[in-house]
């Protein structure tokens, strides 16, 4: 198990797990990811790791079909400006790896953001820690486990 799965059980939070075979090559983690497992992209959400400009580190989930809009996460965040964070700093601050950063058991509790899009489903599916592993839940279940809030911070 991961930190992520291990989370959600203590909190006996209403959760699905689904695991596919990843294909290193790929070249993009969520999108392999809402492919393998037969879902529509808009339901699959990537995390992912902005620093602002005082150097705070914040946590974004947005669907895997479009990509962040860092002035939206900054206005968010009320904060000046985000820029991606560097992937090593990501994966130490988190204790997970690129293409299997989950939102949830991070090692340091970051303020985390959700793209508000993932309202309008019954579930999301985010990474549960791990490139091929997958959890299925409640977009309001991940924003309590995260301390997370919605914004319009997704661009498609």
Request: aromatic share 4%; charged share 25%; glycine share 8%.
């Given at each position: 198990m991961t930190p992520a799965i291990d989370l959600l059980k203590k909190a006996k939070a209403e959760h699905r797990i689904h695991s596919y075979e990843h294909d290193p090559k790929s070249a993009s983690y969520g999108l392999e990811a809402a492919e393998k497992l037969g879902?529509?992209?808009a339901r699959v959400f990537k995390t992912l790791l902005a620093c602002s400009e005082k150097n705070e580190l914040l946590v974004a989930v947005v669907p895997v079909g479009g990509s962040l809009d860092l002035k939206a996460l900054a206005q968010a965040a009320q904060v000046k400006k985000v820029d991606m964070a560097d992937p090593t700093v990501a994966q130490?601050?988190?204790?997970?790896?690129?293409?299997?950063?989950?939102p949830l058991g991070q090692k340091k509790r970051l303020r985390t953001f959700i793209d508000q899009s993932a309202q309008a489903y019954p579930t999301i599916h985010v990474s549960a820690g791990r490139r091929g592993?997958?959890?299925e839940l409640a977009a309001q279940?991940?924003?309590?486990?995260?301390?997370?809030?919605f914004a319009a911070i997704g661009r498609a």
């Amino acid at each position: 198990m991961t930190p992520a799965i291990d989370l959600l059980k203590k909190a006996k939070a209403e959760h699905r797990i689904h695991s596919y075979e990843h294909d290193p090559k790929s070249a993009s983690y969520g999108l392999e990811a809402a492919e393998k497992l037969g879902l529509d992209p808009a339901r699959v959400f990537k995390t992912l790791l902005a620093c602002s400009e005082k150097n705070e580190l914040l946590v974004a989930v947005v669907p895997v079909g479009g990509s962040l809009d860092l002035k939206a996460l900054a206005q968010a965040a009320q904060v000046k400006k985000v820029d991606m964070a560097d992937p090593t700093v990501a994966q130490r601050t988190t204790g997970y790896l690129v293409g299997g950063i989950s939102p949830l058991g991070q090692k340091k509790r970051l303020r985390t953001f959700i793209d508000q899009s993932a309202q309008a489903y019954p579930t999301i599916h985010v990474s549960a820690g791990r490139r091929g592993l997958e959890v299925e839940l409640a977009a309001q279940v991940l924003a309590e486990q995260t301390g997370a809030r919605f914004a319009a911070i997704g661009r498609a």
